[in-house]
């Protein structure tokens, strides 16, 4: 063999090699997606994913907290005077338990959520305390009487105005109109679960639901995108602002303030948005077709790392923001405004970058802000 001919063999084998190494220094903390190969993910994957595995654990759960709220408000109207308060504790305990299942299901409303327009039956806000007064006295009872009760005195809403700011006694009307609301708040769980069911048994890749699988991945991606903007525009950056500020200034009318769940209520949202975003870093790398495919990874599958890496350095922001607010509360307002400017950051990745990188047009909703 001349010189020149082992020079060569020797190249080849170092080349060889190189790759093998590199993978050897990745330490074996690192992100699965560092450590192994991501496959490609087609919209089919991802549609399993949301559908079967995000979305439908996400509307069981709703359900089976909702389910556990009718018995346990039903045991407030009828515990015995001495039992009243601690009747009242369970209840509150069951509705925050309900009240957090159903964010982190609506913090991306896909599907059924969108069709039945549950978020407005039964998460209005602002609720109208005149109009829970006139239900109390119509007492309504029945899923078709409760229809002709304005959707402003109905949901988790209302419900929180019967526990906390005005609470119902036991055998009082407002408890047995507490009890209504209870049940029609449960009817919806129990209809958006069979409706997540049937979803998530859809053959995406079938040749009749390719138009259908088009639309929803649209859908999942606009909503993922209002999902963001109503964190930061409705529930924080909004309140704020309509408070004022200096001498003047009120406290803001944050989501769940009466209960006192508004930083709960804000974990919960973005738990729900931050799950559909990024691969929790000690997480295995999902199998296409079996597992909830964040768009992180979905982005990763298709070669563009660098789009993945801002759209996780971008979540990772919003992370650190929102832990200072949960560590500090809602007196600080600077934190509050930081957390709804890198939501808004994360936002416009969304729109301009991620969204084209998934042949997605944003379209406006009324979550946008002014």
């Known amino acids: ?53 995000w979305a439908l654990p996400r509307a069981q759960d709703f359900d089976r907290s909702a389910r556990t709220l009718v018995p346990t408000v039903a045991a407030l109207c009828q515990a ?45 806000a602002p609720t109208r305390p005149v109009l829970i007064d006139k239900a109390i006295a119509a007492q309504p009872q029945g899923a078709r009487a ?54 998530a048994a859809t053959d995406w890749g079938a040749e009749d639901e390719q138009e259908g699988s088009t639309q929803a991945i649209s859908e999942f991606v606009n909503q993922w995108v209002g999902g963001i903007e109503r964190l930061r525009w409705a529930q924080m950056d ?41 691969l929790p870093a000690s997480a295995d790398i999902p199998a296409a077709g079996e597992a909830l495919v964040p768009l992180e990874m979905y982005l990763r599958g298709k070669g563009l790392n660098p789009l993945a890496d801002r759209l996780r350095r971008a979540t990772d922001k919003v992370d650190a923001s929102l832990a200072q607010v949960q560590k500090n509360g809602l007196k600080d307002k600077a934190a509050i405004q930081q957390t709804a400017r890198d939501l808004a950051a994360l936002k416009f990745l969304a729109e301009s970058e991620v969204a084209p990188a998934l042949q997605v047009s944003i379209g406006f909703s009324d979550a946008d802000g002014d």
């Open 80 to 124: 015995p005077a001495a039992d009243g308060q601690a009747a009242l504790s369970a209840a509150r305990s069951t509705w925050q338990a309900t009240t957090r299942a159903w964010e982190q299901l609506a913090a991306v409303s896909v599907g059924p959520v969108i069709s039945r327009r549950s978020q407005r039956a039964i998460d209005f």
């Open 146 to 199: 409760f229809e002709r009760i304005g959707t402003p005195a109905k949901g988790l809403p209302a419900l929180e105005w019967l526990l906390w700011t005005r609470p119902a006694q036991p055998g009082s009307p407002a408890c047995s109109y507490a009890h209504e609301v209870a049940q029609d708040v449960a009817r919806e769980s129990a209809a958006l679960t069979k409706a997540f069911t049937d979803a």
């Open 238 to 278: 909004k309140p704020l602002r309509a408070a004022g500020s200096g001498s003047g200034a009120r406290t803001p009318d944050y989501p769940r303030t009466a209960s006192g769940n508004t930083l709960a209520a804000w974990a919960a949202t973005w738990d729900g948005l931050r799950s559909v975003t990024t």
């Open 1 to 53: 063999m001349t010189a020149a001919q082992h020079m060569l063999r020797t190249s080849l084998w170092l080349a060889a090699l190189a790759p093998l190494a590199a993978q050897a220094q990745v330490p074996a903390t690192a992100p699965a997606w560092q450590r192994n190969a991501v496959p490609f993910y087609d919209t089919v994957h991802a549609l399993q994913g949301i559908y079967g595995h």
